[in-house]
């Protein structure tokens, strides 16, 4: 069992592995908390000398808690220091600094730091570490600069909302565990692939992992590509706006470094997809679409003629190739994709598509699995999903096996010596604060529903 919204960036040596298990311990045991384990902000180029011996314990409405396991008060004191002045430069960079203040406030406000020692109760420092509503926005931003999911803080501020609208708009944006792992943690396999609901930010983490390629290696050739010719048209204009954003400051290399494209492409443009493209770099014969060619057909072709080719004389087409649309292609372009790609290939997909989909014929075992969807709040999730498959009437349009439901975000108690199943979701943090129980909800009778 593992819990989506826990993270843990540190890799275990003998002197920290006991605390991190502990740490670990407890987000099993309280999986709605939201809980980040770092030593340096993630995605920057920060290092510190007593990063090894030092853990920064992270979970919103909490203190930035820095914990020191070694007990060199004065070499932890530096690093602290240190980390601060690094994450006010973040502040800086990212334009919210003018909304939190200088870090001689908000360190005093937001952050705290406890010595590891066998008397150490983490349920006690979370308590103790606990903010007041006036200052969790303010912790939450900061948290959103260590894990590089940047906020437009022009239009969240941080103040906090009153209305729901505003709570809802002005809402704090925080990868969680399993958003988090798919953009930074170091995948052994060569193919990185994750899968989710409509509305779990798949897209948005390939823009997030095409920055981090993007930035990580200057010789790198990177191709982004989609089965639908309009989302590949989105992604391209969308990437220079989106690198502004998180201030990348690499110049955008069209064609050289970076290709965005469909899957297809044109004859006449090489670089307009990732057939196109291939067609001209391995010298094979461009197949126009038509009712007898498809994916299928122009990807097998390729796969043939690459296999054809001698080890000593095959060059890689990319070092890393990212895909969406998962769903929509077939097995040998992922086959080619590894073959061409000479480090890695991240796939997202999309799961659920279609009420009268047979789980036997969706691929669950992929890396990670985004559960938690963010576009809806869950109980209209669960009521659109209930009404769609017919679930309220004794004969049902569909239903799924236990991993098939928990693959898409739901839990499952069956009640002893009955055929009953409850089925629930978990509250996300976009709309876990809003206040509905006392929200006026009114009802009224039509004659159009039967």
């Not at 080719?309 to 929509?328: P, S, T």
């Amino acid at each position: 069992m593992s819990n989506s919204l826990f993270y843990n960036h540190i890799d275990k040596t003998a002197s920290n592995a006991e605390l991190i298990e502990l740490i670990e311990v407890f987000a099993l045991e309280n999986p709605k908390q939201q809980i980040y384990l770092l030593n340096a902000p993630l995605g920057e180029k920060y290092s510190y000398d007593y990063q090894q011996n030092a853990i920064v314990l992270l979970s919103p409405k909490h203190k930035l808690i820095f914990i020191d396991i070694k007990g060199d008060a004065e070499a932890f004191e530096i690093y602290i220091e240190d980390f601060v002045e690094d994450l006010s430069s973040l502040s800086d960079k990212y334009k919210y600094k003018e909304h939190i203040g200088r870090p001689r406030d908000w360190k005093r406000e937001v952050t705290t730091s406890v010595v590891y020692t066998n008397k150490f109760n983490l349920s006690n420092v979370f308590e103790d570490c606990a903010l007041p509503k006036v200052l969790q926005r303010k912790s939450e931003l900061l948290i959103s600069l260590l894990i590089g999911s940047i906020n437009d803080i022009d239009k969240i501020g941080v103040e906090m909302p009153e209305t729901i609208l505003e709570k809802v708009k002005k809402n704090i944006i925080l990868f969680d565990g399993d958003q988090t792992r798919f953009i930074y943690k170091d995948f052994r396999n060569k193919s990185v692939s994750i899968q989710g609901l409509s509305g779990t930010g798949k897209t948005e983490l390939l823009l997030h992992k095409l920055k981090e390629l993007y930035v990580s290696n200057e010789n790198d050739k990177i191709f982004l590509t989609c089965h639908n010719i309009a989302l590949a048209n989105t992604l391209k204009n969308r990437i220079p706006s989106f690198f502004n954003f998180m201030k990348v400051e690499k110049q955008i290399e069209w064609n050289s470094k970076l290709w965005v494209g469909w899957a297809w492409g044109s004859q006449k443009d090489s670089n307009s997809g990732l057939y196109s493209y291939l067609c001209n770099f391995y010298k094979i014969p461009f197949l126009r679409f038509s009712s007898m060619t498809n994916y299928k057909t122009i990807f097998t072709q390729v796969l043939e003629h690459v296999n054809k080719i001698d080890e000593r004389d095959f060059e890689y087409a990319f070092d890393y190739i990212l895909i969406d649309e998962r769903q929509d292609f077939p097995r040998e372009f992922f086959e080619l994709c590894k073959k061409i790609a000479k480090k890695k290939i991240y796939i997202a997909g999309d799961i659920f598509q279609d009420i009268f989909e047979n789980t036997r014929e969706t691929e669950l075992e992929v890396d990670v699995i985004l559960n938690r969807c963010y576009r809806t709040d869950p109980r209209t999730l669960m009521f659109a999903h209930a009404i769609g498959m017919k679930l309220f009437e004794s004969k049902k349009l569909n239903w799924f096996d236990d991993s098939y439901w928990e693959a898409i975000g739901y839990k499952l108690k069956r009640k002893q010596d009955s055929r009953e199943v409850l089925l629930s979701r978990e509250p996300i943090r976009r709309f876990e604060d809003l206040e509905l129980e006392n929200f006026k909800q009114c009802c009224y009778p039509t004659d159009y529903i039967h």
